[in-house]
DNA sequence: AGTTGCACCTAACGCAAGTTATAATGAGTT
DNA sequence: AACTCATTATAACTTGCGTTAGGTGCAACT
């Protein structure tokens, strides 16, 4: 039961063990943030509806999720995917009504903390604030990168930067070996945050497979040539901020 | 000359006062940001560039600049305009290496601070660190609605949405008066902030001139009608979090 | 007066990517 | 077993937007 509920943090632990090295006591700290019973939702659905004025910080500790904006007309964008160890809603602590929704991508497990729990570990270990900060300011890093991407890059190119990207980040959180990783997430939500049509996703990803760059099948991405992948994206990881490789 | 030098937080004072009501020790708190001596730069110059650890935070005084990123192969994509009263580097308390570039778009001035220097603004103002925290969430914000504008947007309503957010922040900050205000970003720079082609941005002007949205020559932009240009753009404000208007 | 460079404008052409439609598969339901 | 509904695939058609290649006007410099 204990190795259950401490596996909540595992996630975040590693993710922000990437920018400073982190102690026992830091991770026994982070514990307490399991305090509340552990949330559950069904993929496609909401956790958070733009316009809302959420009082909780939500801790994804399994499946992914998004944060999207949409248009009056239906028109949808991603704008970022949260992955386990990943906060959805750290900016509570300042702004009050919500720019954009939340919403499940596969079925999630998640944790909703009140802003004092938060408050309370970040007392008791100050030098967890800054990692917790560093992990915010990455994470606009790579909503630039992510701009880039859509305004400048072709999308072999596009899609190529975030298969990179998603590989760098399940392997700081340990849901990746190899060159392999669980790929939950379906060709039409791709669409969505590359902003790209659901029928030019599955050519590019055609593509993507008779250049021997991927294989994806079974909800399974395996990156065949990670240096050729990374040329092809321009990737550079600076904007990870990944200290520790 | 007093007045000279205390313009140069003007546009600050008027920008964290669409966050929360300031005080005149606010403001006076806030000269204290006035210290160093004022710099310079050229129209096209960078301010600093990707990859490098700047020790300083840049308030932006008077002038347009740019936060962008580029590719090894020379394309570009702005990711971010910076107005007066922002600051260009909040960031560096945390991160290290920058992970952008900055640019001058105009001529600009700009004071640059230490961290220490800014460090003692806020000791002696607890609240103003909300409000600056505040304004880095707000440019987050618009980084996510930028976002959503080039994966969604068709270049019209991008542009409209685009020439909306100007003129609200704008305003903010005393630049904008009826709906009218000085544009002096070139077609060019447009172009690399919206993800399109020179020639196709200067294609959707032309048509946003037929529709009667506006009028734009001599580096002066005139919103012809307001309220049918938020239509087009499906411009909401919330995301600028502007709790007073 | 001539040159250079920059910003803006316009037209022709072609391709990349959106749209629409249809089919195959598989999982979950009744 | 028949139903839905989500997902992937792929073909035919259309179009938006990039590319290339010009043009003008103006300011700065020689």
Chains 1, 2 share one sequence.
């Not at 030019?200 to 991405?221: G, K, P, S, W, Y």
Request: net charge negative.
């Amino acid at each position: 039961m204990t190795e259950l509920v401490s596996a909540g943090i595992e996630p975040l632990f590693r993710l922000l063990s990437r920018y400073m090295p982190l102690t026992a006591e830091d991770r026994a700290a982070l514990t307490m943030l399991e305090v509340g019973p552990i949330c559950t939702k069904e993929a496609r659905a909401d956790l958070a509806r733009e316009g809302e004025n959420p009082s909780v910080i939500r801790l994804l500790v399994s499946g992914w999720a998004c944060r999207y904006k949409d248009l009056p007309d239906g028109r949808r964008q991603i704008v970022a995917f949260f992955l386990p160890g990943d906060f959805c809603d750290l900016s509570v602590y300042i702004l009050s009504e919500l720019d954009h929704s939340i919403g499940a991508l596969t079925p999630v497990r998640y944790f909703e903390l009140l802003p004092h729990q938060f408050q309370q570990v970040i007392d008791e270990r100050p030098h967890l604030l800054r990692a917790l900060l560093w992990h915010e300011m990455v994470a606009s890093g790579i909503q630039r990168e992510w701009l880039l991407s859509i305004g400048q890059r072709t999308p072999v190119e596009r899609l190529s930067h975030l298969f990179v990207e998603l590989y760098s980040r399940l392997k700081a959180v340990g849901q990746a070996q190899d060159h392999c990783f669980d790929f939950p997430i379906t060709q039409h939500n791709l669409a969505e945050a590359n902003g790209l049509s659901l029928v030019h996703v599955n050519r590019t990803l055609q593509e993507m497979r008779r250049m021997e760059l991927i294989e994806l099948a079974d909800r399974q991405l395996r990156i065949l040539d990670l240096e050729k992948l990374k040329r092809i994206a321009m990737f550079n990881n600076n904007y990870l901020h990944f200290n520790r490789e």
